[in-house]
């Protein structure tokens, strides 16, 4: 599976720098995580108010659903794509499923299965159980309490508010409440509040149920049951989920070592801008773990993780111009990316760095070091 409902593009908005009052900054937060169902929920919550941040979010849901409908027109006309997708952004980008809809031939076969991660989780499974909400005026004035706090990961507060739309059985508040928790090391409420949220099927709380299993965070440690929740939410679709999918087949943890799985995982994550699913594709492409070597594939996959400032991404990209390993050596790019995995606090790039500076003239140094400077600045 592709996408998931909460899952998301990298952030292509400018956030304000300061941010000024709560409103403020809940827009700020809201628009630095890439998932683009928070986007909705927020336009849906405020409708023609703080009409200024709605229409910034707005832009920026819509800039995400473009970026959707561009991916899926290159995608075989299929009903299991379709599935995907509407499993994805049936909520926020309506327009762009239907007119994906309208290009698929349907038949009466079942769609081809897709993999299967941890648990026996299809990768193109049914959606999962709607999250149910409140619902009267009173319910969601208590929602909007617990939201705004969590939004500004303002957890103490959050912790509070949030009881009260969770007893209510509101399944976001409810992993809003058990992730609270766990930030003040409150770990049996931690526990006991995500497991409701999980079993009603919000990926993001099966995420995190991982997370608790995997750290023995209020339960008991265990790898498998982690490697389970993680499976459970990355069929759903959610990146981090699909990553931390990748990395159990990886590593074997909880799971029987796979590089083919786990190239697959990490491949569904970094194609939703995932920056370190996207280090580890460009690194298995590389050194041919999974998948027949491919340098030139792997160069690509290491530079996008390096503009998502991944350091390690950053390092392997520079040492791959300085060595001309999958393009062709072009040391003004290896000095401007090991530069930049040094700012990014990689030690390591140092000494090669250091190495390439005295082999340029002063006037590339200069420039090099102008460029790097640059795209820190615009880099995402």
Not at 172 to 193: K, N
Not at 235 to 245: I, N
Not at 333 to 356: H, T, V
Request: aromatic share 8%; net charge positive; with cysteine.
């Amino acid at each position: 599976m592709f996408l998931g409902g909460c899952s998301g593009l990298p952030s292509t908005s400018k956030v304000p720098q300061a941010a000024a009052d709560p409103a403020q900054l809940e827009v700020k937060e809201l628009l630095a995580q890439s998932n683009i169902d928070p986007l909705t929920r927020y336009l849906d919550r405020h409708g023609s108010t703080r009409s200024a941040l709605t229409e910034q979010v707005r832009s920026e849901r819509d800039k995400r659903c473009t970026q959707i409908a561009d991916t899926y027109a290159a995608r075989e006309k299929t009903v299991a794509n379709l599935e995907r997708l509407e499993k994805g952004y049936r909520y926020s980008c309506p327009v762009v499923v239907q007119a994906f809809s309208a290009q698929v031939t349907r038949s009466d076969a079942p769609a081809t299965p897709g993999e299967t991660a941890p648990g026996g989780v299809a990768a193109t499974a049914s959606p999962a159980p709607s999250v149910p909400s409140a619902g009267s005026d009173k319910d969601k004035a208590s929602f909007e309490k617990c939201y705004l706090p969590f939004a500004i990961k303002n957890y103490r507060e959050a912790y509070k508010v949030c009881k009260a739309p969770a007893a209510m059985g509101d399944a976001r508040a409810q992993y809003d409440l058990g992730f609270s928790a766990r930030v003040l090391q409150l770990y049996p409420e931690a526990v006991q509040w995500t497991q409701r949220s999980a079993e009603q099927g919000l990926p993001e709380a099966q995420l995190h149920l991982g997370q608790l299993y995997q750290q023995g965070q209020g339960l008991p440690k265990s790898q498998s049951k982690a490697a389970e929740q993680f499976g459970r939410a990355a069929a759903q679709g959610l990146a981090e989920a699909q990553y931390m999918t990748g990395l159990t087949y990886y590593r074997g943890e909880g799971v029987r070592r796979d590089a083919k799985q786990a190239l697959h995982w990490f491949s569904l994550a970094a194609a939703q801008g995932h920056g370190n699913a996207q280090l580890y594709v460009g690194r298995m492409y590389v050194q041919g773990e999974g998948v027949a070597v491919d340098k030139k594939m792997g160069h690509k996959w290491l530079l996008s993780a390096a503009e998502r400032r991944v350091a390690q991404a950053q390092f392997q990209v520079g040492m791959m111009y300085a060595q001309g390993i999958g393009v062709d050596a072009d040391e003004v790019q290896a000095y401007i990316w090991l530069n930049l995995a040094l700012a990014g606090g990689l030690g390591e790039a140092a000494a090669p760095r250091d190495k390439i500076a005295l082999k340029l003239s002063p006037a590339q140094l200069a420039n090099a070091q102008q460029r790097s400077r640059r795209m820190q600045e615009s880099m995402h």
